[in-house]
């Protein structure tokens, strides 16, 4: 009986040699590219700020936050190294409708996007996507903006730059529009299916992580262990991810290199911590030495 898992490949230091990182250059910030993180609401403003955080850890040049305006003050203090930009903000305490223009171009000028940390689920969110879909550039969307694709799917389809998605099981089912239960019964089926349907680059977030590419092509990822099971760890994932693209990384190569320096952060700081209480603050430190071999 042929096993479905038997053409999975495990994600491995091995395996990252093969899909190797962008050399590092001179050094200057332009060569290492930009970023735009669109994050946060009023409820959630921590999520802008971890994902902001893992990005220059994962060694962006040029950063740039928009979030909901009640929270830019605040999120300029906590993080110097970026430019923060506050848009109008929703009754919500999201992002208001009359946003998403502006969003979609600020989008444009940057290397790579990262949105949805942290954003209130509301009517701009499926707008948002579109535009940022469109824009063609490096994309990897998460949490309020995944459940907004369903009705997108034709959109998302950028074979030349495909967009990176990082849903957990519950965003998953909502990106096939199936039951929680499904996903979590068959998580390599449900990252397949996901990527075929928007050719994107998609990971299935669990104890163990699935990374399949829109060809179907399939990593399982092992490692990390329990304690990275917190709040704000998956914005730190987004983060890395998109600092990896804005230095250049295809969506496969960043979103590998993304699951394997986060599942690895978090064993480490297991090794030094404990296996729970660990904070996702606390990840993004680990990864410039993750990224160099040490």
């Not at 906590?78 to 109008?88: H, K, L, R």
């Not at 977030?205 to 990275?228: E, N, R």
Request: some cysteine.
């Amino acid at each position: 009986r042929w096993d479905p898992m038997s053409d999975v490949t495990e994600l491995t230091p091995a395996t990252l040699k093969k899909h190797p990182l962008p050399e590092i250059g001179a050094g200057d910030k332009n060569e290492r590219g930009s970023i735009l993180i669109i994050a946060g609401s009023r409820d959630v403003p921590g999520a802008a700020l971890l994902c902001a955080l893992s990005a220059m850890r994962a060694g962006a040049g040029r950063l740039q936050i928009a979030t909901v305006d009640t929270v830019a003050p605040h999120l300029a203090m906590a993080m110097p190294e970026a430019m923060v930009v506050g848009m109008a903000q929703g009754r919500d305490g999201g992002f208001a409708p009359s946003t998403v223009k502006a969003l979609a171009e600020r989008a444009a000028k940057a290397d790579a996007v990262v949105a949805g940390p942290g954003m209130q689920g509301n009517k701009s969110c499926e707008q948002l996507a579109a535009a940022l879909l469109k824009n063609g550039n490096l994309l990897a969307l998460d949490a309020a903006l995944l459940h907004a694709l369903p009705a997108r799917a034709k959109d998302a389809q950028r074979p030349d730059k495909p967009p990176v998605l990082l849903p957990h099981a519950g965003e998953m089912a909502s990106l096939l529009e199936c039951d929680t239960e499904e996903v979590e019964a068959d998580p390599l089926a449900a990252g397949r299916a996901c990527a075929d349907r928007y050719d994107a680059v998609t990971l299935v977030k669990g104890v163990q992580s699935h990374i399949v590419a829109p060809d179907g092509t399939a990593f399982l990822y092992k490692g990390g262990g329990p304690g990275l099971g917190i709040s704000g760890s998956g914005d730190t994932l987004a983060g890395i991810v998109g600092g990896l693209l804005a230095r250049g990384c295809d969506p496969l190569t960043a979103l590998l290199w993304g699951v394997w320096c986060h599942g690895e952060a978090g064993r480490r700081l297991g090794e030094k911590v404990g296996t729970l209480g660990y904070l996702a603050r606390e990840i993004p430190a680990e990864v410039p030495a993750l990224l160099e071999g040490r």
